[in-house]
C-alpha cells in the first residue's frame, strides 16, 4: 500500500516553470538552441561586496554556527535601515525576521497567521506559488479575478464581495508576477483600512520592489497604520541577483514575529548564515545595485514591446514593474499547450498564463530578466515565424 | 485591534534554549565567565573540503541561481553514496530531497504527509522542535513516555496503545535528543511492519547518526521494506560541524518526494547552493569527518560521567549516542527553575528536561559537544558547590 498523500498535496499542481524548464533541458541536450523568456530571475550575479563578503567571513567560525532565529541582528538593522530610506517603512529589528528567501516568508506568515480551513483572497492573475503556500497550510484561495481591460488593478470591490465569515488573509503582489501591474496608493490604502477594520491580514510580497520603472515603488508597509495587519514580505533573490542564496524577510509588527519566530525555529532554525552575512554587507555597500540594471532592463522591456507589436495575435501594455510582459493571445484556449508547442517548434520558453490562476488563460508571460535584446529578437524572429505559420486558436 | 495570533501558534512554547541562551549573553556582557553544557551543537568546524569548495564555486554564476527544488544532482547522488556505504540504505536521488537542514525535512514531511487535526504519536522525553512542528501544521503530539528504568528503550506496546482512528504519523529521533538512547532494531522493525500495516508514517529523525559510540549506528530505513512507510530526516550540520549552513534531507520513496517537492517549492525552493555545493564537497572528500572527533568525545562523555557521580543529587546511565547527558535530579519538581536558577548562581547553562516534554520534568540536559574536558570539570566544580549549598528540592 503506498504511502497516502493527503488530498490537500496531492491536488497541488506541479509549477510549470519546472516541467518546461526540464522540457527546455532536454532540448539542449540535444543539441538546440532554446531560448528562455521563462523564468523570472534577473540575469546579473549578485554585488562585489556580497561575494567579497562571503569570501572574507568563509574562515570566521561563526560562519558555521546557527544565527538567531531571526536572523543576524546587524542584518536585520541594514534591511531596517534600506526600507526606512528607500521606501519610507518604519520598523525596528523585532519586527523582521529574515527568511530562506521570499517563498519561505509567505510560507511563514501563512502558518503563523492562517489556520486550515481559513479562506485567503488571492487577486490574479497570481504568483503559482502563492496558491501552493495557500493550499500547503490546507486554506482555500479564493481567486479573485483582475482584468486587462483595467490594468490587472486590484480594487477594494474585487476583495468585498468575495469576504466570507472564514476569510483570514490576502496575498497581493506587488509588482506584480506575472503581469508586472502595481498597487494603487489610494486602493491599496482603502483595502488595508476595510481588511484591518475586519481582522484580515494582507501578506503584501513585494519581491520586485526594486524593479520599478519610471516611479519609485510604493510599499503598502510604509502606510502609518501598517502594523494593524500589513506583513510585508521581501527578498534579496531579484535585487541583489542572488537567488540560490535564499535570503529574505518577513515584516510584522512585533507581536506577530514574537509568535512567527517559533515557526521559524521549527522550520527552518534560520537562514544561512554566510548568506545573511553576504546580504548584509551588500545592503550597507552598495544598496543601490539594482538600479544600476535599470537602464538595460528598460532597453529589453522597449525590444519586446516593439517585436510584440509586430505578432498581430499577441497584446500587450506595458506595465509599470516587474521584468515580465503578460502576453494576451487571441484565440488561445489551452495557454498550456500553447507555451509546449511553443517551446517543441521555435524553441522558446515562455510560461503558460494558467499558471497564475484562471484569470491567466489564454495569456503567456515573456520574462526579460536573463535574455539580452540580442536573444529577445532571435526569439522573435522565430515566435514570428511560428504565429505567421498558425493563424488556427490553440 | 492587534493581528489574531491562532491558538494553534499560540499555544507552541518558546524553546528554553532561547531564553537560557539569551540570558547567558547578558550575564557574559557584565562579566561573568559562562560555561554552556547547553545547545546541542558540535564544538568543531566545517571540514576543509567544504570551505575549499565554497572558496571555489563563489565566483561561478550557477552558484547564485536556484538549483532544482529537490537539491543539486550530484549532491543527492552523494548523500545516496553516504547512505549506502556507511548505513545499509537502499535509495535513489529520486527518492531525496535536500532540505535547509533537519528541521526543514522535519516540516516538509510533516506538512506533506499529515493534515490539521491528524494526531502524530511523538515518544518523550522528544526533541522540542518535533512537538513544535506538529502543533504548527496544526496536528496533535501525541506523547509516548518512555521511562529512564527501560533506558528510554520504545517498544510497540508503547504506540499500540496510543493509536486513533486520526494517527497518520509517528517521529522518532534515533540517536535520541535528548536522551541519547538508541531504538533498538527488533523493536523498531515491528514498530514499522505494525504501523505499515495500518498506513502510519513513520519520520525518523536521525540527526545524530555519526555520533554513536560503540556500536555502528542502525538506520530504520535500512530496512528492506522502509519505502512502506519510513521517512529518514537527516543533516550535515552536526556531522560537518555546519550548523549555519542549513543544508540536511529528506529520504522517503519516489511517490512521496513527488508530491513533497510541491511544497518544497512553496516553502523555501531549495537549500541555499553555496552550502550545497560545500556539503557535496565534503561528502565526497571526507565522509569519515565525524569519525574523527568521537574519541575526544568519548573522552568528554567519560569525564561527564565521573562528575556526574560526585554528586549525590544527580543520576545518569550513559546512553549509545549524541553527545549529551539526559540527567536525573533527585527532588526535583521543576527543571526550569533549577536550570534558571543554575545559570543565575553557577553560571552553567544546562537544558531543562521540561523542554522535552512532560516525561524530562525532573531531568537537566547537559551537552557535551561544545565543552571541553577542562571546561566540564570547571562547570562541575561549580556544580558540585551549587549542589552541596542545596540540598532541598527544587
Redesign the interface.
Known amino acids: 500500500?503506498?504511502?497516502?498523500?493527503?488530498s490537500?498535496?496531492?491536488n497541488?499542481?506541479?509549477?510549470q516553470f519546472?516541467i518546461l524548464n526540464s522540457r527546455a533541458a532536454e532540448l539542449r541536450a540535444q543539441g538546440r538552441s532554446v531560448i528562455s523568456l521563462g523564468q523570472a530571475?534577473p540575469g546579473f550575479?549578485?554585488p562585489k561586496a556580497a561575494?567579497d563578503a562571503?569570501?572574507a567571513v568563509?574562515?570566521e567560525?561563526?560562519?558555521?554556527?546557527?544565527?538567531?532565529?531571526a536572523g543576524l541582528l546587524e542584518l536585520r538593522e541594514a534591511v531596517c535601515g534600506y526600507l526606512s530610506s528607500r521606501h519610507a517603512v518604519r520598523a525596528t529589528p523585532r519586527d523582521l525576521i529574515i527568511t530562506?528567501?521570499g517563498?519561505?516568508a509567505?510560507?511563514l506568515a501563512l502558518?503563523?497567521?492562517?489556520?486550515?480551513?481559513d479562506d485567503v483572497l488571492l487577486p490574479a492573475p497570481y504568483f503559482a506559488?502563492h496558491e501552493?503556500?495557500i493550499r500547503?497550510?490546507?486554506a482555500t484561495p479564493i481567486e479573485i479575478a483582475l482584468t486587462e481591460e483595467q490594468g490587472f488593478r486590484l480594487r477594494w470591490d474585487h476583495l468585498a464581495s468575495a469576504l466570507t465569515a472564514r476569510t483570514r488573509a490576502a496575498v497581493i503582489c506587488t509588482p506584480s508576477n506575472p503581469t508586472g501591474a502595481i498597487i494603487d496608493p489610494t486602493d491599496a490604502t482603502r483595502i488595508v483600512e476595510e481588511l484591518?477594520r475586519r481582522?484580515i491580514?494582507v501578506i503584501s510580497d513585494e519581491a520586485y520592489m526594486d524593479f520599478v520603472y519610471g516611479a519609485p515603488h510604493w510599499s503598502l508597509a510604509s502606510l502609518a497604520a501598517w502594523r494593524?495587519?500589513v506583513v510585508l514580505v521581501g527578498t534579496f533573490s531579484k535585487s541583489f541577483?542572488?537567488?540560490?542564496?535564499?535570503v529574505g524577510y518577513m515584516l510584522?509588527?512585533a507581536?506577530?514575529t514574537t509568535?512567527?519566530v517559533?515557526?521559524q525555529?521549527?522550520?527552518?532554525?534560520?537562514?544561512?548564515?554566510?548568506?545573511q552575512r553576504a546580504v548584509g554587507a551588500a545592503l550597507r555597500e552598495t544598496p543601490d545595485y539594482t538600479s544600476t540594471f535599470l537602464p538595460e532592463f528598460t532597453r529589453r522591456r522597449d525590444v519586446l514591446s516593439g517585436r510584440l507589436a509586430r505578432i498581430p495575435r499577441l497584446h500587450w501594455v506595458p506595465a509599470s514593474g516587474g521584468f515580465f510582459a503578460f502576453v494576451r493571445v487571441d484565440g488561445c484556449t489551452s495557454s498550456v499547450a500553447l507555451a509546449s508547442d511553443i517551446l517543441e517548434r521555435a524553441h522558446v520558453v515562455t510560461i503558460p498564463g494558467a499558471t497564475f490562476g484562471k484569470a491567466g488563460e489564454g495569456y503567456l508571460r515573456f520574462s526579460y530578466g536573463t535574455a539580452t535584446s540580442d536573444q529577445i529578437n532571435e526569439a522573435f524572429d522565430r515566435l514570428e515565424q511560428y504565429f505567421r505559420l498558425r493563424t488556427d486558436s490553440s
Chains 1, 2 share one sequence.
Open positions: 500500500m503506498p504511502i497516502r498523500i493527503p490537500r498535496v496531492a497541488i499542481a506541479v509549477a519546472d530571475v550575479g549578485p561575494l562571503a569570501a568563509l574562515p567560525h561563526v560562519t558555521h554556527l546557527y544565527s538567531a532565529d530562506a528567501g517563498n519561505q509567505v510560507m502558518m503563523t497567521l492562517v489556520d486550515a480551513g506559488n501552493m503556500a500547503a497550510v490546507g484591518a481582522n491580514v494593524d495587519n541577483g542572488m537567488t540560490g542564496w535564499r510584522a509588527d507581536g506577530v509568535h512567527a517559533k515557526v525555529d521549527a522550520m527552518i532554525i534560520c537562514a544561512t548564515v554566510i548568506a
